[in-house]
């Protein structure tokens, strides 16, 4: 069904496909999910370079004279591979350290008032070498409200994270914010992402609770911690949800004749003469390639359809694309365009 309705859309020559796109869901439900720098849709996974030093983030800012003082909080969580609580970096633990004395996260202190017009900043360093000796391999970011305005009553909020070479220098450099989300709503228990420190991988969970104050930091929120974020990984690491990969595909063999997969090579497919968009669709899942080692399409081409996790590369003028990671391209397609 999905073939015989993509293939009403515009046909194109050539599609240039990420297969980093595998572990990048399929959303199920953009209203509920939280404003990011970054469309991550709920349930993806990407991969984190190893070697650099992860700084989470969390930043409101108070309304000009609301009168009121909010106290938001970051916290991380650290759990073995059992989802055993290992250690907490929080306001009440503003450093954790392994058995053996390692660091292994430092918050930069705990805030209680976010004044116009700078507002607040709190900051959370999360040290992986070390963790991954003392047998860590999860660390949670977890938000929450401890007390005044609702979220949506905010001048402004957000939180993410950062990928460093360095623990000096600026505490908030845009230019290394890897993920970033907007903090929206009345007030709760915010979830966002698990890092798995021993795959070096970041899982989207975008998971948030209505929350009251007796779920203020991660010790009384651990029980929730240990059952939705083990459950939420292993539920979309099953395949039960398609993937941007696999939709990509779908659109490649309903709408163009030659199809790029780039992934360690860039790996070329072409359609037989009267092969049905099903039959070319097979051979592009078995990943059956014409030109296991192909040459890119070139820049000053005809425009090609891409849908890509990085946009480092120059495409074609006019060509419609879907990027995850901006970088040098500027995406003309949201996932529900390409659902749609």
């Given at each position: 069904?999905?073939?015989?309705?993509?293939?009403?859309k515009?046909?194109?020559?050539?599609?240039?496909?990420?297969?980093?796109?595998?572990?990048?869901?399929?959303?199920?439900?953009e209203r509920?999910?939280?404003?990011?720098?970054?469309?991550l849709?709920?349930?993806?996974?990407?991969?984190?370079?190893?070697?650099k030093l992860?700084?989470m983030?969390?930043?409101w800012?108070?309304?000009?004279?609301s009168?009121?003082?909010?106290?938001l909080?970051?916290?991380?969580?650290?759990?073995?591979?059992?989802w055993?609580?290992?250690?907490?970096?929080?306001?009440?633990?503003?450093?954790?350290?392994?058995?053996?004395?390692?660091?292994?996260?430092?918050?930069?202190?705990?805030?209680?008032?976010?004044?116009?017009?700078?507002g607040?900043?709190?900051?959370?360093?999360?040290?992986?070498?070390p963790?991954?000796?003392?047998?860590?391999?999860y660390?949670?970011?977890?938000?929450?409200?401890?007390?005044?305005?609702p979220?949506?009553?905010?001048?402004?909020?957000?939180?993410?994270?950062?990928?460093?070479?360095?623990?000096?220098?600026s505490?908030?450099?845009?230019r290394?914010?890897?993920?970033?989300?907007?903090?929206?709503?009345e007030?709760?228990?915010?979830?966002?992402?698990v890092?798995?420190?021993?795959?070096?991988?970041?899982?989207?969970?975008?998971?948030?609770?209505?929350?009251?104050?007796?779920?203020?930091?991660?010790?009384?929120?651990n029980e929730?911690?240990?059952k939705?974020?083990?459950?939420?990984?292993?539920?979309?690491?099953?395949?039960?949800?398609?993937?941007?990969f696999?939709?990509?595909?779908?659109?490649a063999?309903?709408?163009?004749?030659?199809?790029?997969v780039?992934?360690a090579?860039?790996?070329?497919?072409?359609?037989?003469?009267?092969?049905?968009?099903?039959?070319?669709?097979?051979?592009?899942?078995?990943?059956?390639?014409d030109?296991?080692d192909?040459?890119?399409?070139?820049?000053?081409g005809?425009?090609?359809?891409?849908?890509?996790?990085d946009?480092?590369?120059?495409?074609?003028?006019?060509s419609?694309?879907?990027?995850?990671?901006?970088?040098?391209?500027?995406?003309?397609?949201?996932?529900s365009d390409?659902l749609?």
């Open positions: 069904m999905l073939l015989r309705r993509f293939q009403d515009p046909h194109f020559e050539s599609c240039l496909i990420d297969e980093g796109l595998r572990t990048v869901m399929v959303p199920f439900n509920s999910a939280s404003a990011s720098a970054v469309s849709p709920r349930g993806s996974s990407i991969p984190v370079p190893s070697g992860v700084r983030f969390l930043h800012c108070q309304p000009r004279g009168g009121h003082t909010t106290d909080d970051l916290s991380v969580g650290f759990y073995d591979r059992s055993q609580q290992v250690g907490v970096c929080s306001y009440y633990e503003l450093e954790c350290r392994g058995r053996d004395g390692s660091l292994i996260a430092r918050s930069a202190g705990d805030l209680q008032d976010a004044p116009w017009p700078d607040a900043t709190e900051l959370v360093d999360v040290h992986r070498e963790a991954l000796a003392t047998g860590v391999r660390a949670v970011m977890v938000l929450t409200k401890y007390a005044g305005l979220f949506s009553l905010l001048e402004r909020g957000f939180a993410g994270l950062m990928l460093r070479d360095d623990p000096e220098g505490h908030f450099d845009p290394t914010v890897e993920l970033k989300l907007a903090l929206g709503g007030n709760g228990v915010f979830l966002p992402l890092l798995d420190l021993r795959e070096n991988t970041l899982h989207w969970l975008d998971v948030n609770s209505k929350g009251s104050f007796e779920m203020n930091n991660v010790a009384n929120s929730a911690i240990t939705i974020c083990p459950e939420y990984i292993a539920n979309f690491r099953s395949g039960a949800r398609p993937s941007m696999e939709l990509g595909l779908l659109h063999a309903a709408r163009c004749r030659r199809v790029y780039r992934g090579t860039l790996r070329g497919f072409t359609r037989h003469p009267d092969e049905a968009a099903d039959a070319f669709l097979g051979r592009l899942l078995a990943d059956a390639a030109e296991p192909a040459r890119p399409p070139v820049a000053d005809d425009p090609l359809l891409a849908l890509l996790r946009g480092d590369i120059a495409l074609p003028e006019g419609p694309v879907y990027v995850l990671f901006r970088k040098r391209l500027i995406p003309t397609l949201a996932a390409l749609s």
